[in-house]
């Protein structure tokens, strides 16, 4: 028996025999990819591959690629723990074709790996073809020589669009896309099911386990289809599945790999029965909630961070499920490291990171999720039909954070369903409200398709002739633009910078013999570099020469604060930790601002040490170099990469002596020592484990210096000391403050009981209880309630009410002691002299404040209280 290791190397050995690239997965979180949440299959890395606008120097490739399917189109979370093979976190095997091999090669590779180096027996496999493609049914029958017995050809959906089809595979609407040749693996006729394409195909006796997707057209937006010039293959296998069939069991979670991990959860949970659905649940979700960690994604409240929120919770829910009330799920990444650690080296170098993570998300969720399903028993112990309302899911949610896969999961533990319909109405509200209260805007260029590409020089000179492309006035383009024009111009060279990774655009100007021109701002359009310009003088014409010159003061300051960026990201993972990851910057001439993450706000000490461990690299005024590698010499090197960022075959990898060394396509400095100065202005949280630092460098830094030791000599002057006793002199007047307060304090009390027994005198006698209403001038409004506590105990049997007017406002106070309190209510007479001096409040029967804003009114309400009583005896 194979294990799923030997299973996933075997795969890729065999591969690499055959001419294949092995490359590694590439992150969860898709390069450059908006059109998907997460990687949810091993062509993603190799998408603009298919599409022409890559090339590497490889035409043949495999992979073991990390998946995840938990979020927008392809959702399997709410089957996890309740089916066979329904997984959050899965990894795919795939071998790929650039336009090298096809149909022929593929199928005997797919055939030979299978059933020679694995020995799968041929009797147990069934082969399908799209019914049209003819050459891969005559490869299948005629050279493999696949008993037609078990071959199938599956046509398009009845009633559907043509090649909609589960044997005819499309990157989308337009754009590559072919006909799939499908492998099923037969578990054997005790097993209900009926082979693919047959009305019983939805049973498990035969289960896909490889489909080869050959790409062979390229489909326009009209439907129309046409060959492509380079055909290609993509393969896909999952290696759970492949895993379940070599080790002779029927369930994915049998295999040796969940195994481990359905041991370690029952021995984390106390669970005893080692079937229990929960445990497979917690077991699915460290994978994908631990490689999500690691590729950069955090729980949030948006995007992907939701998605990673919801799979937590939905396992510490299964842990609660299991008795397990304490923090437990972050202690199984120590488990997953053992049972996936030598294939992905990376889960090992940041498990205690990831660990930080879970806990901390737990300890946030347990905060709330007693009290919720304390709510939501309460709610079902009411409920009348079969569905929660959608009202209720949408309010767990809102409130207690209850995601509404979770809900649906505890409902279906109850024979109950949930009103998802009703719930997308509440969700679609809130959404609403939440683009109300937003406003978003295009940037330059969006509407403008430019296949030219722009040549940056920018590294190596910060002026130089080149030829004007285009023109654009909005979005269409002209032949010239004139004074007092904005628009957009695209040159066939420049050495403007534009914004990318963080670092803004150049600015600067353009000089023709016509006109001049202000650079704006620089921009990306695919390989073209827009400028956005305004014309100063003159004209600028379409394919005239010009001179391009950047504001070299002003890219002097980015690039200082560049470079002061990749030492303080290099400072902080060593004061830190390694766990820390760049979750965003900004470069701007005149500071430089960092998110990154890190789950606590940091210490004066550690930012100190930060700053201080900078300076010092600067001081040491180490060289600044720059190499050109392949990405994985880059990273074995100890490269840094920026996790969501889309990186090429080959790298540029800048370094700052040995100690920061990150993939980077911006501009840098030549040596540390030009940075001249680094200071952190300021520290603190962005969003659930991203903290920001902004900072500044060189001239700048210098001059923040400057002004606070300005400010430093005018507090000093303030306190009549000297700069080096500032802080003992303002520690003894805030001490000598603290002690004049309290003494306030003191003095207040007295004269509020002082102002107590002259009160006493002033109440009157009503039917065996006093009556007291006064205005205590001067009185200061939060003594009322301390004052009236004394009259209290001193009166015995009493309702009072107290009153002062402090900076134009009324204060009022209202109290009856306990044997009066079923026949006056503090609230009830404060509420009614409250309304005559222009407010409201309200309190207990016993006591009760308020305030107004018309003292003028005071005198006729205090003088109402009397006649109020009066009407209650």
Not at 331 to 340: G, S
Not at 507 to 527: F, P, S, Y
Not at 590 to 604: C, K, Q, S, V
Not at 729 to 735: D, G, N, P, S, T
Request: aromatic share 8%.
């Amino acid at each position: 028996m194979k294990t799923s290791a030997e299973i996933r190397q075997a795969f890729l050995d065999y591969f690499a025999e055959q001419g294949h690239q092995v490359v590694p997965s590439s992150p969860l979180v898709p390069g450059n990819d908006p059109t998907l949440l997460f990687t949810n299959a091993g062509m993603v890395q190799f998408k603009d591959l298919f599409l022409g606008r890559e090339q590497r120097d490889y035409v043949r490739a495999a992979t073991s690629q990390r998946c995840v399917r938990a979020g927008g189109k392809h959702n399997d979370l709410e089957n996890v723990g309740y089916t066979a093979r329904h997984h959050t976190f899965f990894e795919m095997l795939g071998n790929f074709s650039f336009g090298d091999y096809f149909k022929r090669e593929a199928i005997h590779f797919a055939w030979e790996f299978l059933t020679q180096r694995l020995g799968l027996s041929a009797e147990k496999l069934w082969v399908t073809v799209y019914d049209e493609d003819e050459e891969a049914a005559a490869i299948w029958l005629n050279e493999i020589g696949v008993d037609e017995q078990r071959f199938s050809r599956i046509g398009d959906k009845p009633g559907g669009k043509r090649y909609e089809s589960d044997n005819f595979w499309s990157m989308g609407d337009t754009g590559p896309c072919g006909p799939c040749s499908e492998i099923f693996y037969d578990h054997g006729a005790e097993i209900w099911g009926g082979p693919p394409g047959s009305a019983e195909e939805d049973g498990d006796r035969y289960i896909e386990i490889w489909n080869l997707v050959f790409m062979q057209y390229n489909r326009d937006a009209d439907g129309s289809m046409s060959l492509l010039p380079r055909p290609s293959v993509d393969t896909g296998m999952g290696l759970e599945r492949l895993a379940a069939v070599l080790q002779q069991v029927h369930s994915n979670y049998e295999i040796d790999l969940f195994q481990q991990l359905i041991r370690a959860a029952a021995q984390l949970t106390g669970a005893a029965d080692l079937d229990n659905k929960s445990l497979r649940v917690i077991a699915d979700h460290i994978r994908s909630c631990a490689f999500l960690v690691l590729d950069g994604v955090l729980p949030s409240n948006e995007g992907r961070g939701y998605v990673l929120r919801r799979i937590i919770r939905r396992a510490i829910r299964h842990g609660y499920q299991l008795g397990q009330t304490q923090p437990f799920f972050h202690a199984m990444v120590a488990p997953l490291v053992a049972a996936m650690g030598s294939a992905y080296p990376e889960l090992a170098q940041q498990q205690s990171g990831i660990e930080r993570v879970l806990r901390k998300e737990e300890e946030r969720f347990a905060e709330t999720l007693e009290q919720g399903m304390r709510i939501l028993e309460a709610e079902l112990a009411g409920l009348s039909g079969k569905t929660i309302p959608g009202e209720l899911v949408f309010r767990l949610y809102d409130t207690y954070g209850f995601p509404a896969d979770l809900t649906a999961d505890i409902a279906r533990e109850r024979g109950l369903g949930i009103d998802h319909a009703g719930f997308e109405v509440q969700m679609a509200e809130q959404r609403r409200r939440a683009r109300a209260a937003s406003q978003f805007g295009a940037s330059d260029g969006d509407g403008l398709k430019i296949d030219a590409q722009t040549r940056f020089n920018g590294y190596q000179q910060l002026q130089e002739s080149a030829q004007v492309l285009g023109l654009y006035r909005g979005q269409q383009p002209v032949n010239s633009l004139s004074e007092g024009e904005e628009g957009l111009l695209l040159l066939d060279q420049t050495p403007f910078y534009a914004e990318s990774g963080g670092q803004v655009g150049d600015t600067g100007e353009l000089i023709g013999e016509q006109g001049r021109a202000l650079v704006l701002d620089t921009r990306k359009k695919g390989e073209a570099v827009l400028h956005r310009i305004r014309v100063e003088s003159g004209e600028l014409s379409l394919h005239e020469t010009l001179r391009a010159q950047v504001d070299a003061e002003r890219r002097r300051a980015i690039v200082l604060n560049h470079s002061a960026t990749h030492l303080m990201h290099a400072a902080l993972r060593q004061v830190l930790g390694e766990h820390v990851q760049q979750k965003g910057s900004l470069v701007q001439p005149e500071r430089l601002r960092f998110d990154f993450a890190h789950f606590e706000p940091m210490t004066p000490q550690q930012i100190a040490e930060v700053e201080r461990r900078v300076n010092a690299e600067i001081r040491a005024n180490a060289e600044a170099s720059e190499r050109q590698m392949s990405k994985e010499a880059a990273i074995a090197a100890g490269a840094m990469a920026l996790f969501g960022e889309k990186y090429g075959d080959q790298v540029r990898v800048i370094s700052l002596g040995d100690f920061s060394t990150e993939l980077c396509g911006g501009c840098h400095v030549q040596r540390a020592g030009d940075i001249g100065l680094f200071k952190i202005l300021s520290e603190g949280g962005v969003a659930a484990g991203v903290r920001r630092i902004e900072a500044v460098t060189g001239q700048n830094a210098l001059d923040y210096v400057e002004i606070s030791q300005q400010r430093l000599d005018r507090l000093a002057q303030l306190l009549k000391s000297s700069r080096d006793e500032v802080d003992a002199k303002l520690a003894q007047m805030l001490e000598r403050s603290r002690k004049q307060e309290k003494e306030l304090e003191q003095l207040k009390a007295k004269l509020a009981s002082s102002a107590g027994d002259d009160l006493l005198n002033q109440a009157i006698g009503l039917d065996g209880f006093k009556l007291l209403a006064a205005n205590l001038e001067g009185a200061d409004p939060k003594g009322l309630r301390d004052t009236l506590d004394q009259l209290k105990n001193k009166l015995g049997s009493a309702v009072i009410l107290l009153a002062t007017v402090s900076e134009g406002k009324v204060s009022l106070a209202a109290g009856v002691t306990q044997d009066l309190t079923g026949r006056f209510k503090a609230g009830d007479l404060i509420k009614d002299i409250a309304a005559q001096v222009g407010g409201k409040g309200g309190g207990r029967p016993d006591m009760a404040q308020a305030g107004g804003s018309d003292p003028s009114a005071l005198p006729a309400a205090l003088a109402s209280v009397e006649s109020w009583v009066r009407a209650r005896l």
